[in-house]
């Protein structure tokens, strides 16, 4: 579900997750068209103001550390893989809290198969809108605007355009999603932690890939989620910081076809 972001011959970069998560079935060109950013040297401290992305209501929350999945669970899946009725109602689960979500606010933290770690805010207006910004020195947003995708680098004053029907996206920007009948769910676990339903995609030309989204077990909060690229390397995002009665500004999604042309293919 991700192309291989190549800096100096490394995998490495911090815009390297979500463009997995977002860019899972665009061609591996993409790598040489993005420039990779380093990760933020230094952490920022989330402030309370009208201007950062908060949890009404309550003070900062704690940065998390991502929980790395064992590499090891990404056995062949059977498709034909059956489901016991507890797996069915913790995947009905999290259907039912993704699709109420209409608005989502916060800020993220990202593990790379390398390791590095990168910060941002994100900012999510269904159906269909969503925008991710790295912290400094990071050039890097993504903006979809409900039909396409941009993953724009402000330096360079360039940005590449992708289908936002072609993305694993929609799972999470659709209005209303059935994990369990709209896509391949592969793996259902939970245990006190995490309720986690991974999905699996199959491109002819770049081969299988997956998602894992993690929900919070006692809240039913999004917490992060896995891409497991082709060629088995994760990239790893959590969220926190959520806010769901946010009002967004619909101009963050506006993907700007003038200063920021997009590279000829």
């Not at 770690?117 to 020195?137: A, H, L, N, T």
């Not at 309720?195 to 997956?210: D, H, M, P, W, Y």
């Not at 989620?225 to 009002?247: E, F, H, I």
């Amino acid at each position: 579900m991700t192309e291989q972001l190549a800096a100096h011959g490394t995998r490495i970069g911090p815009v390297v997750l979500i463009a997995a998560f977002l860019v899972s079935a665009t061609a591996p060109s993409f790598a040489q068209n993005v420039p990779v950013p380093k990760p933020a040297p230094k952490s920022r401290a989330i402030q309370l103001s009208a201007s950062g992305p908060m949890t009404t209501g309550a003070t900062p929350a704690q940065v998390p550390d991502p929980v790395i999945p064992d590499p090891r669970r990404n056995q062949p899946a059977n498709i034909f893989a059956s489901f016991d009725a507890n797996q069915k109602a913790q995947a009905a689960r999290v259907s039912t809290y993704l699709s109420s979500l209409q608005t989502l606010v916060g800020n993220f933290v990202q593990v790379g198969p390398d390791g590095s770690k990168s910060k941002g805010d994100f900012y999510i207006q269904k159906p269909g809108k969503v925008r991710f910004e790295y912290d400094d020195p990071s050039p890097v947003e993504l903006i979809a605007d409900g039909s396409s995708l941009a993953v724009r680098d402000r330096k360079l004053a360039t940005q590449d355009i992708y289908p936002l029907s072609q993305t694993p996206l929609r799972y999470l920007l659709s209005d209303r999603i059935d994990l369990m009948k709209d896509t391949n769910v592969v793996s259902v676990t939970s245990d006190d932690m995490f309720i986690s339903v991974t999905i699996e995609e199959k491109q002819a030309l770049i081969g299988t890939s997956r998602l894992m989204l993690m929900i919070g077990a006692k809240d039913g909060q999004l917490k992060q989620w896995t891409v497991t690229d082709p060629q088995g390397y994760d990239t790893t995002v959590a969220v926190y910081n959520l806010d769901t009665s946010k009002k967004v500004d619909p101009s963050l999604f506006k993907i700007d076809f003038t200063r920021y042309p997009t590279p000829p293919g």
